[in-house]
C-alpha cells in the first residue's frame, strides 16, 4: 500500500465517527469474498437483478452507432457482468480494446488473464491496477468511442464522493462516449437486511474484511470478539439524496490497539462504533429522481434507464452535458 493509501487510512480511523474506507476491503481476499457474496448469498437480490436486466436488454443498453467503441470497466473484479457488452461489442465489430480497471492487482491480473483465454486475439486488454482516480488519470490520453461501465461501486461511496467520482467519469467523456451505470432501486427494509445481514454471516465477512487486512497486513491485533457486528437500513426519500444500509462494530469495552504499520494507538471507548464505510452509509438505494439530479450535479444526462421485473436494479445511461447545460440544470437543483 502506497504512502498516500496509508494517510488517507490513517485520517479514516482517526475520524469522528472513525471508519475503515470502502476500497481499503478490496484486497485479493477482500474481492473473493464479495464474489462469494453475490453468488452464495441466497438473499443477495442485486447481481441476480443485474444479470436479468442485462439478458433482456443489452442489444438497447449499447447503442447502436456507425464506428466501433472501447470498452472501459472501472472496478472490474471478475468482469462477470461485463461479458455480456464484450460479447455484444464483438458481434457488432470485429476487434475491441478492453480497458479493465481495478484497485487489486492480483485479483485483476487472474481475471485478465482468464478473460485472454476465453476471447484470444479478438480482444486487446490493457490492464489498469489503480484506484478509480489514478486509473482514470492514464486512462484519459485514450481517445475515441467509449463505453465506460461501472457496476453497482458508486453505491458503496458517500453523496459527495459519488458526485465526484462521477464527474471525474465525465471528464473522460466525449460526445461520443457514453457512460453506463447500475444501481440499487431497492426500498424493501426487509429485502435489504436480508440481503445484508444475512443467516450464514457472508456479507459481515466480507465488511471485516478491512479489520482482517489491518491485522494481517498492519501489525494490529483487533479482536472483533471484543465488538458488537451490527447492521441497519435507513431510509430517505428526498430527491437530492438517497437510502442506504449502514455496518459497523461497536465497542462492548473501552478498547486499545496498537498498529505498528501506520504508527499509531487506536482507542475505543465503551459502545464506540467503527463503520465499514465513509459517510453515513452504504450500498445506497435510489429513486429515479435521485439518479436524475445526482447525475445532473456531475454535468451527465440521463438518457436512458432499465430496470428488471422486480424492481431491484436499475441500469442508467449518460451522455456528457456541455457546459450551458450543465449551468442550467445546477440552478435547477439549487
Not at 95 to 114: A, H, N
Not at 237 to 255: G, N, Q, T, V
Amino acid at each position: 500500500m502506497d504512502d498516500t493509501s496509508k494517510q488517507l487510512l490513517v485520517k479514516a480511523l482517526t475520524s469522528f465517527p472513525k471508519y475503515l474506507p470502502t476500497w481499503y476491503n478490496y484486497d485479493e481476499e477482500g474481492s473473493e469474498l464479495e464474489d462469494k457474496c453475490t453468488i452464495d448469498n441466497t438473499g443477495y437480490y442485486l447481481r441476480r437483478s443485474q444479470i436479468s436486466i442485462l439478458e433482456s436488454s443489452i442489444q438497447k443498453i449499447i447503442p447502436t452507432v456507425p464506428y466501433d467503441f472501447a470498452l472501459v470497466d472501472l472496478g472490474s473484479g471478475s468482469c462477470s457482468k461485463t461479458r455480456y457488452f464484450l460479447d455484444e461489442l464483438l458481434l457488432r465489430q470485429k476487434r475491441l480494446t478492453f480497458y479493465p480497471l481495478d484497485i487489486s492487482g492480483d485479483f485483476l491480473m487472474k481475471t485478465v488473464e482468464q478473460i485472454s483465454s476465453e476471447y484470444e486475439d479478438k480482444l486487446s486488454i490493457i490492464p489498469v491496477a489503480e484506484s478509480y482516480e489514478n486509473g482514470i488519470e492514464k486512462l484519459r490520453h485514450e481517445d475515441g468511442p467509449k463505453i465506460i461501465v461501472w457496476f453497482g461501486s458508486i453505491i458503496n461511496l458517500s453523496y459527495d464522493d459519488q458526485v465526484d467520482k462521477l464527474k471525474l467519469i465525465s471528464s473522460l467523456m466525449s460526445e461520443s462516449c457514453h457512460l453506463v451505470f447500475s444501481v440499487d432501486i431497492t426500498q424493501d427494509r426487509q429485502a435489504v437486511l436480508k440481503a445484508y445481514n444475512d443467516e450464514a454471516g457472508l456479507e459481515r465477512k466480507f465488511f471485516q474484511n478491512g479489520v482482517a487486512r489491518l491485522n494481517k497486513e498492519e501489525g494490529s491485533e483487533i479482536d472483533l470478539d471484543n465488538f458488537h457486528y451490527k447492521a441497519d437500513f435507513i431510509s430517505d426519500p428526498s430527491p437530492d439524496y438517497m437510502s442506504y444500509f449502514r455496518a459497523y462494530i461497536e465497542a462492548k469495552e473501552h478498547l486499545k490497539y496498537t498498529i505498528p504499520g501506520l504508527n499509531m494507538t487506536i482507542d475505543f471507548e465503551e459502545g464506540e462504533r467503527l463503520y465499514f464505510h465513509e459517510g453515513a452509509g452504504v450500498s445506497c438505494k435510489y429513486t429515479e429522481e435521485q439518479i436524475r439530479n445526482l447525475t445532473a450535479r456531475a454535468g451527465l444526462l440521463l438518457t436512458d434507464t432499465w430496470t428488471d421485473d422486480s424492481h431491484h436494479a436499475m441500469f442508467c445511461r449518460c451522455k456528457v452535458m456541455d457546459p450551458e447545460q450543465h449551468l442550467q440544470q445546477i440552478e435547477k437543483l439549487t
